[in-house]
């Protein structure tokens, strides 16, 4: 009997599920690989903690950047391994359903799907990542019903506006939660001369951060090491820096969604007005993003619950009913 995968492989974390287990697999899109062997030595945290403590032979990717396969040999052995660790093997005839971003070309689609067969799966369908959200949040995607949704990822942003079973209306920028973490960590170097580690930098977004400057006044002691002297001290980061760094990618990202909705055709904007748009996606978690989002579109906005499990939860609904959005997926196939 074909065991059925989701499969939501993002810039940041990639999420396995089956609908018998539920999600199986949440961990960072990372894995290290042994270069004299082409072994697979961890993936997800446990690659993530090798970073820079790996003597030279064994080397740590990100095969997925701004939504796209940048290496499809490590994507296959990521795919490859995150079987192995569900228990799903070739003999296990796996049809899998993964998640595309809308922005994603030809050439990617189908790179993508080649790493999942390469991989062992038997059967792979691809359904765009705004529809698998929708799907997630239990929108009625398949009737003439205008639903909204801005999926808001760590490489990259899209927005759509979905009736009857597909994408009317969408835009995206491969923009997201990363370019934020790298401008705060390029605004740290400007500014004050020092550099600190991702993972800082992660935590000074969280919990300094907000879309509407309203953390102003709080600050947070890091430690980070200086650029000319090399040695490490310990430095106040303010909620201003943060917020200056994140500017510019809120600020696209807005616009993006506002170009959405002028696209919109009236009777779906009538729709959309009315029922409000839902944030997905880990960036969706940033403080006051829904307020810089409502007053940027005009319509109300909210924030889904687990905003980064909702494509993943999408996904595993769709292997109970492959049959009925078979059409869903051949949209994603082009």
Do not use: W
């Not at 079987?83 to 070309?105: C, E, H, I, N, Q």
């Not at 939660?177 to 020092?194: E, K, M, S, T």
């Not at 309203?214 to 303010?238: F, K, Q």
């Amino acid at each position: 009997m074909a065991l059925d995968v989701a499969l939501d492989i993002g810039t940041s974390r990639t999420r396995l599920a089956t609908s018998q287990r539920g999600v199986l697999f949440d961990e960072p899109t990372m894995v290290a690989i042994d270069t004299n062997t082409g072994d697979v030595v961890e993936l997800g945290h446990g690659a993530l903690d090798l970073v820079g403590r790996t003597s030279r032979h064994v080397v740590v990717f990100r095969p997925f950047n701004q939504g796209a396969t940048v290496d499809f040999d490590v994507t296959a052995r990521l795919i490859a391994a995150l079987f192995d660790r569900a228990g799903v093997s070739k003999l296990s005839r796996a049809r899998v359903v993964m998640s595309v971003p809308s922005l994603a070309t030809a050439i990617e689609r189908r790179a993508l799907r080649q790493a999942a067969i390469q991989a062992g799966a038997r059967e792979v369908s691809l359904i765009e990542a705004p529809l698998a959200a929708a799907i997630g949040l239990g929108l009625p995607v398949q009737d003439p019903v205008g639903s909204a949704v801005v999926l808001m990822g760590a490489g990259a942003s899209e927005a759509a506006v979905i009736s009857l079973g597909g994408i009317v209306t969408g835009g995206a920028r491969r923009l997201g939660g990363n370019d934020v973490d790298a401008a705060i960590a390029a605004l740290l170097r400007l500014r004050l001369g020092v550099v600190v580690a991702p993972a800082v930098v992660e935590t000074l977004k969280c919990s300094l951060g907000s879309a509407l400057g309203r953390t102003a006044g709080l600050s947070s002691v890091v430690l980070a090491r200086n650029v000319e002297r090399g040695d490490l001290l310990e430095i106040e980061v303010s909620a201003e820096l943060v917020n200056t760094a994140a500017r510019d990618v809120l600020n696209s990202t807005m616009r993006m969604i506002q170009e959405c909705l002028s696209d919109t055709p009236p009777d779906l904007s009538q729709d959309v007005s009315a029922r409000g748009i839902t944030l997905v996606g880990g960036q969706a978690n940033l403080e006051d993003i829904a307020d810089l989002s409502a007053t940027a579109s005009g319509v109300e906005v909210s924030v889904a619950h687990q905003a980064d499990l909702v494509v993943i939860h999408g996904l595993t609904a769709c292997l109970e009913e492959m049959a009925s959005l078979h059409a869903l997926f051949r949209s994603a196939e082009r």
